[in-house]
T-cell receptor
Framework: KAGVTQTPRYLIKTRGQQVTLSCSPI?????VSWYQQTPGQGLQFLFE???????NKGNFPGRFSGRQFSNSRSEMNVSTLELGDSALYLC????????????FGQGTRLTVV | GQNIDQPTEMTATEGAIVQINCTYQ??????LFWYQQHAGEAPTFLSY????GLEEKGRFSSFLSRSKGYSYLLLKELQMKDSASYLC????????????FGRGTSLIVHP
C-alpha cells in the first residue's frame, strides 16, 4: 500500500509569490491534515479536510488556504509569500476523521528568499 | 487549547534505557500520541494513550497519568538508529480531532 505522497519535495520561491503544494493520501483515507514545521515553533496545525470539506483550521492567516478533491487528494496554497513562511510543510492522512493514528508524508521543504 | 512541555534535547548511551517526559495542560483530555521523526523524514506513529497506565510495544513503552497531566516514552536497549526527535501530541475534547504537538525532544544516542 503506497504511503502519503507530497510533491514537490523541495521548493524555492521569492517573497510575494504564491505556491501550491500537493498531497496524495493513502488509498481509502478521507482525512487530510496539513502542518507547518519550523525549528522554533515545532509542528503547527494548519487545517484538516474531510470529504472535500475543511473541518478544522489552525491559527494561520488567510494567506494559507487549501482544498480537497473528490479522490481525497489535497492541495494547500500560500499567497504573498513571506520569509517567515520558510518551513517544512507536512501532510498527514488518516482513515476516518477520528484521527486515532495519522500517517505523514515526507513533506515539502519550502524556502522563501 | 493545550500547553505541552517536553525537554528540548537528551543524550543517552547505546544499550541503555531513556525516559522522555511530556507534561500537558488541557481543558478536556482526549488522547496522547507519541511520534518519532528522524532528521529529514516524516514523523512516524509510535503510540497512543487515552487511559492511565503503561502501553508496551517492543522496546518502546508509553505511560500516561491523566490526573497529573503527564506522559513518558520509555526506550529500552537503545540503538544508534533511535537517534531522532520524539514528538508528544495531545488531543482534547474541544470539538477537533486534531492533536496539538509539542516542540519535540531531540534524542542523541552515542556509542
Amino acid at each position: 500500500k503506497a504511503g502519503v505522497t507530497q510533491t514537490p519535495r523541495y521548493l524555492i520561491k521569492t517573497r510575494g509569490q504564491q505556491v501550491t503544494l500537493s498531497c496524495s493520501p493513502i488509498s481509502g483515507h478521507r482525512s487530510v491534515s496539513w502542518y507547518q514545521q519550523t525549528p522554533g515553533q515545532g509542528l503547527q496545525f494548519l487545517f484538516e479536510y474531510f470529504s472535500e470539506t475543511q473541518r478544522n483550521k489552525g491559527n494561520f492567516p488567510g494567506r494559507f488556504s487549501g482544498r480537497q478533491f473528490s479522490n481525497s487528494r489535497s492541495e494547500m496554497n500560500v499567497s504573498t509569500l513571506e520569509l517567515g513562511d520558510s518551513a517544512l510543510y507536512l501532510c498527514a492522512s488518516s482513515p476516518e476523521g477520528g484521527y486515532t493514528e495519522a500517517f505523514f508524508g515526507q513533506g515539502t521543504r519550502l524556502t522563501v528568499v | 487549547g493545550q500547553n505541552i512541555d517536553q525537554p528540548t534535547e537528551m543524550t543517552a548511551t547505546e544499550g541503555a534505557i531513556v525516559q522522555i517526559n511530556c507534561t500537558y495542560q488541557t481543558s478536556g483530555f482526549n488522547g496522547l500520541f507519541w511520534y518519532q521523526q528522524h532528521a529529514g523524514e516524516a514523523p512516524t506513529f509510535l503510540s497512543y494513550n487515552v487511559l492511565d497506565g503503561l502501553e508496551e510495544k517492543g522496546r518502546f513503552s508509553s505511560f500516561l497519568s491523566r490526573s497529573k497531566g503527564y506522559s513518558y516514552l520509555l526506550l529500552k536497549e537503545l540503538q544508534m538508529k533511535d537517534s531522532a526527535s520524539y514528538l508528544c501530541a495531545v488531543r482534547d475534547h474541544g470539538g477537533s480531532y486534531i492533536p496539538t504537538f509539542g516542540r519535540g525532544t531531540s534524542l542523541i544516542v552515542h556509542p
